[in-house]
């Protein structure tokens, strides 16, 4: 399995971004795809994620502080998820990584990195 994602660039706030995850090799019928972001000194944290089955899209999860200006998505036949990002603000400066659980995650909160198993290497986003 392999994430790779693009799109990361340099915008001013207000500004809006669109991120890609290409997912290849992918075996999984059940699955959570997610977005992640780390700032430098802070702990990685979840900022979306989308329940997929058999490839259709059940259900959403948006960290708080993006409710309202991100939304995810994907597209089965590019096998890619996207992150659209909207009304960007200084603090939503980070590394950006598409994670996969390689499964279903239990409870409500599907935005733990601790339950996705494989991850991509990350894009820069940097709001000035």
């Known amino acids: 399995v392999q994430l790779v994602e693009s799109g990361g660039d340099s915008v001013q706030a207000g500004g809006s971004l669109k991120l890609s995850c290409v997912i290849s090799g992918w075996r999984y019928p059940s699955t959570v795809l997610g977005w992640f972001r780390q700032a430098p000194g802070k702990e990685r944290e979840g900022v979306a994620a989308?329940?997929?089955?058999?490839?259709?899209?059940?259900?959403?999860y948006y960290a708080d502080s993006v409710k309202g200006r991100f939304d995810i998505s994907r597209d089965n036949a590019k096998s890619t998820v996207y992150l659209q990002m909207n009304s960007l603000k200084p603090e939503d400066a980070a590394i950006y990584y598409c994670a996969a659980s390689g499964g279903p995650i239990r409870g409500p909160n599907k935005l733990s990195p601790r339950d996705y198993n494989y991850w991509g290497q990350g894009t820069q986003v940097t709001v000035s």
């Open positions: 989308i329940y997929t089955y058999g490839g259709v899209a059940l259900d959403t």
